[in-house]
């Protein structure tokens, strides 16, 4: 049977919550749509409040958070960078960029995360960051990485692109380290298509932050009348987002905790209803609750590499849009060039051949998970074996 009269389920869809026209509208009224602008100022008044941080400034995407991290790392050619293999290009290339050498170390096969025992044996006397990634909007085990750093001299930065809103042991996921990042691309819970934040919560990093973010130049300390005239101070980028992204996000953090609430029901429906194939081995799915999550991805981990790729073909006869995820960094054609492994990485290896991602947006109806739900029942059904 198929399910098309229904219409497509599609992996993600953005979503219009609240006030986004109106805010543009007005940010173009207001005369200035460059960066810098009050609704780019009202969006990190907001996550500072949300968060309990000392500086967010927002960005045009998280990969210029996590650029401007690299550089407030002070990291060059010869220095180290630990992360996971398990992530986004982009939280290699902003090191690459500034000369550095990612490490990549295995994960957790309970988490996704890194490994936080594998951490200190892949320091060496050129390590410098360790870049926990908080995959799926589940918490990296914070305490044992902050410790390892601490007594290493690492400069911590949380990669929490996808952990907006989720937290660990009661504190909000990139406040622990001394910079994390946020990224609010269409595909995340709250969006601006595309825009992040850095958030900086290290104080001797936030004049330093400003300069860089502002292409080298004082010109925030100009604004505030702290100077009579700005000038170029350091390196630097264009790293602002205009005021039409910012004024878009403003409206999405207005709406942000009934975003969370909702995909975290969604969540825990898929994990509900996906228990009964998940007890009888055909699946594994998270542990995680949407109590310890923000409702960002819903996973499934299959027998092999071979089921999920049949499992996807069913579910696109059923017009359902279910996608894989990473390439292992340490195996792309890059990571080789620029990186290395510490230690096997098997773990890594067999996650990213097995694991699915389930359609999951702040619209998708109770009806539309059901649906999901059972053409992924038909396929482990007696035919099917």
């Known amino acids: 049977m198929n399910h098309s009269s229904q219409g497509r389920i599609p992996f993600g869809r953005p979503a219009i919550v609240g006030n986004e026209m109106e805010y543009i509208a007005q940010a173009i009224r207001n005369g200035t749509i460059a960066g810098g602008g009050p609704f780019m100022r009202r969006c990190e008044e907001w996550l500072e409040n949300a968060l309990a941080a000392r500086r967010v400034l927002m960005t045009h995407s998280c990969t210029a958070a996590l650029e401007m991290a690299a550089m407030l790392a002070d990291v060059g050619p010869g220095d180290e960078v630990i992360m996971p293999s398990f992530t986004f290009s982009a939280t290699a290339t902003a090191f690459v960029l500034r000369g550095a050498t990612p490490v990549f170390v295995d994960i957790d096969p309970a988490t996704l995360n890194i490994d936080p025992a594998l951490i200190e044996p892949a320091i060496t006397e050129r390590s410098k960051v360790v870049v926990p990634v908080h995959y799926a909007g589940l918490g990296c085990d914070m305490d044992p990485i902050l410790d390892t750093a601490r007594r290493k001299s690492l400069i911590v930065v949380e990669d929490a692109a996808q952990a907006h809103l989720s937290s660990y042991r009661g504190k909000p996921l990139g406040t622990l380290g001394d910079l994390g990042c946020l990224s609010f691309h269409e595909t995340k819970n709250v969006i601006s298509g595309e825009g992040g934040a850095l958030i900086i919560n290290n104080e001797a990093l936030i004049e330093r932050a400003e300069i860089i973010r502002e292409k080298g130049t004082d010109r925030s300390r100009f604004f ?162």
Not at 270 to 294: C, F, K, Q
Not at 307 to 325: E, T
Not at 333 to 355: E, F, M, N, Q, W
């Open 224 to 385: 505030r009348g702290q100077v009579d005239k700005y000038t170029w101070q350091d390196i630097g980028s264009s790293y602002c987002p205009g005021e039409i992204v910012s004024a878009f996000l403003m409206a999405q953090l207005e709406c942000a905790d009934g975003i969370c609430k909702r995909r975290r029901e969604i969540y825990d429906m898929y994990r509900d209803l996906l228990a009964p194939l998940s007890m009888s081995g055909d699946i594994e799915i998270p542990s995680a609750t949407g109590t310890d999550v923000n409702g960002h991805i819903f996973w499934i981990l299959l027998e092999s590499e071979t089921v999920r790729s049949d499992l996807i073909q069913h579910l696109n006869r059923n017009d359902i849009n279910a996608v894989f995820h990473y390439v292992p960094l340490h195996s792309a054609p890059a990571g080789r060039k620029y990186g290395r492994a510490s230690g096997a990485l098997s773990v890594t290896d067999d996650i990213s051949s097995r694991l699915l991602r389930l359609p999951l947006y702040y619209k998708l109806s109770d009806r539309e998970v059901h649906r999901v739900i059972d053409v992924i029942a038909r396929f482990f059904g007696p035919k099917n074996r």
